[in-house]
């Protein structure tokens, strides 16, 4: 019995089409500081009668927040501290794609060893995901751990040679960027 409708808000938010009974609300930045809004609905009269209005109340939920901190580089030798952080949720679930464990998969900052699968693979996908607390969406949110392979140097056997003689060296080294001679003597190398 209506001759028009017209919603209103009690706060800074907006409407897509106010005079629509089935408008949708944007709600604005003191809404969702504050945490909940009054809207009013408004049916104007079309006769003699006095217009009705009736209000609601929305709770505004602060949405699920997470981050699995940035990607990280180890040596296949180490274990890393993880620096996740979330906000707004109930618990925390740390997973790999890889093979390795958690010191405590359900807490923002576990210790992770990598497994043998990573060590091959020589990278993992860690996902942190935060579920909520509230009518919001769980969150997830993923890093990198990439694991370099630990080099090793191999100088060779022992060798012996006459004072008035050279040495001719014949290293051998792996996954390793730069090599480096060093003496405990006082000699020197044509090619260190």
């Known amino acids: 019995n ?5 919603w209103t808000t009690g706060g800074d938010g907006s409407f897509d089409d106010a005079p629509s009974l089935a408008a949708i609300y944007f709600p ?6 504050t ?5 009013c609905l408004t049916a104007n009269a079309s006769g003699a009668c006095t217009n009705s209005e009736d209000c609601l109340t929305v709770t505004i939920q602060q949405a699920t927040e997470v981050s699995a901190g940035a990607d990280q580089t180890i040596c296949e ?3 890393t501290l993880l620096d996740g952080e979330a906000g707004n949720y109930a618990n925390l679930l740390w997973e790999t794609s890889g093979d390795g464990e958690f010191s405590d998969a359900t807490t923002l900052n576990p210790t992770y060893t990598p497994g043998a699968n990573d060590l091959l ?15 919001c969406d769980d969150a997830t949110s993923q890093m990198l ?12 056997t022992d060798l012996s040679v006459c004072e008035t003689a050279s040495v ?4 051998n080294a792996q996954n390793a960027a730069s090599t480096q001679w060093t003496t405990g003597g006082d000699g020197s190398f044509d090619d260190a």
């Open 28 to 33: 604005g930045i003191d809404d969702i500081s």
């Open 168 to 171: 001719d060296l014949n290293g």
């Open 77 to 79: 030798s180490e274990t």
């Open 121 to 135: 693979q020589g990278s993992a996908v860690l996902t942190l995901s935060a579920f909520s607390s509230n009518a």
């Open 2 to 6: 209506a001759a028009s409708t017209q």
């Open 145 to 156: 751990l990439t694991i370099d392979t630990e080099p090793t140097a191999n100088a060779g």
């Open 35 to 39: 945490g909940s809004v009054n809207l």
